[in-house]
Every structure is written in structure tokens, then in C-alpha cells.
């Protein structure tokens, strides 16, 4: 048992460091607390077959990957690699829709330079869709706050003739809105 419980250390830790998390990210994911991921990682302990499955799906291996010994220059695909693609493709083709609908419509005569403007938050919009999905939740909070501005950002200049700085102000609650919602989901979450 000692033997399966070091393996199954030395893959979480492997895993988690290879996605760039934290212990404290990786217990927030599995609803376990840093101590407890700490544990599995001093081969203290060994996860339940749940919390296995969990973690499987989680680093995007097999169960049978994290209970058994490997060699470890062969790291398994990362499957954010993938989501990071998935991601990128997603947001270069809200743009591409964008400038293909600027072209036609220039050509048509009728130059509507704010569609390019409006994708700004459309791209925010994709990019924290799959950051929910896939991605680290911490990082919501910034994707919203740039969300947020750009859609100030969007308002101002396509009011631009009436000069409506103003509009930049409801940023300030907006933050402090964002801000509360993450100190709320974190305290929920321990």
C-alpha cells in the first residue's frame, strides 16, 4: 500500500505542476481543502475512487494513469493545450466574422468602423465562456473586468459626438460589484 501511496503522490504532483496549479487551486477544483491535497502528495493518504475519476477528467488522463508507475519524460497531453487552441480559434473567428462584415459592407459604401469596436467585447465574451469552462476561475475576475470596460469603451465611442465621458463612472460600481461576487464565491467555496 505504501508503494501505491507514493505513486499516486508523485502523479498528482506531477499533474497539478504541469498545469500550473496550486494545491490550493487543485482543492478548489475538487471541493478538498490545500491540506487535504497536501496529504495525498506526502503519500500520506490516497483519494478516494471518486476524487481519482474527478482528477482524471480534471488533467485529462486515465484513472489508471494516476495509480500507476510511468515514465515521467513522457508527460500525457495536456489537455489545455487543446482548450488553449480551442480558444484562440474561437476568438480569431469572432474577428475575422467582424473584419469579413467591415469588407462588405465598405464595399457596399457604407463604412461602419464600430463593428470592429464592437468585437473587442465579443471577444471578452468567448474568452470568458471557455475560461469558465476549461480555464482557471481566478481568472474570471479579470476577464470581467476588462469586459466591462470595453463595453464602456463601446458606449462612449459610438456616442463619441455627444462626448459622454460620464459614461466611464459606472465602471467604478461595476468593480467593486466583480470584486464582491469573487470574495463571496471564494468564502462559499472553503
Known amino acids: 500500500m505504501d508503494n501505491l501511496k ?20 487543485l482543492g478548489e477544483k475538487l471541493n478538498y481543502s490545500d491540506k487535504t491535497i497536501s496529504k495525498w502528495e506526502r503519500a500520506e493518504a490516497v483519494p478516494d475512487a471518486y476524487i481519482l475519476k474527478k482528477m482524471s477528467k480534471l488533467f ?8 500507476s508507475e510511468h515514465d515521467k519524460e513522457k ?4 489537455k489545455n493545450n487543446n482548450h488553449i487552441t480551442i480558444t484562440k480559434i474561437s476568438i480569431v473567428g469572432v474577428w475575422s466574422l467582424a473584419a469579413l462584415l467591415f469588407i462588405v459592407l465598405w464595399i457596399l459604401g457604407n463604412v461602419q468602423w464600430l463593428i470592429i469596436i464592437y468585437t473587442i467585447p465579443i471577444s471578452f465574451i468567448v474568452l470568458l465562456v471557455f475560461n469558465s469552462i476549461w480555464g482557471k476561475s481566478s481568472n474570471n475576475f479579470y476577464i470581467i473586468s476588462a469586459l466591462v470596460w470595453s463595453i464602456l469603451a463601446t458606449i462612449y465611442l459610438s456616442l463619441l459626438n455627444r462626448n459622454m465621458w460620464q459614461i466611464f463612472l459606472l465602471g467604478i460600481p461595476s ?15 472553503k
Not at 507514493?6 to 497539478?16: C, P, Y
Not at 485529462?60 to 495509480?67: A, E, M, Q
Not at 508527460?75 to 495536456?78: C, K, Q
Not at 468593480?175 to 467555496?189: A, D, M, P, R
Open 6 to 25: 507514493n505513486i499516486v503522490s508523485q502523479n498528482i504532483i506531477f499533474l497539478r505542476t504541469q498545469h500550473k496549479m496550486t494545491q490550493f487551486e
Open 175 to 189: 468593480e467593486i460589484i466583480t470584486y464582491l461576487c469573487f470574495k463571496l464565491n471564494k468564502n462559499s467555496n
Open 60 to 67: 485529462n488522463v486515465s484513472v489508471d494513469y494516476i495509480l
Open 75 to 78: 508527460p500525457p497531453l495536456l
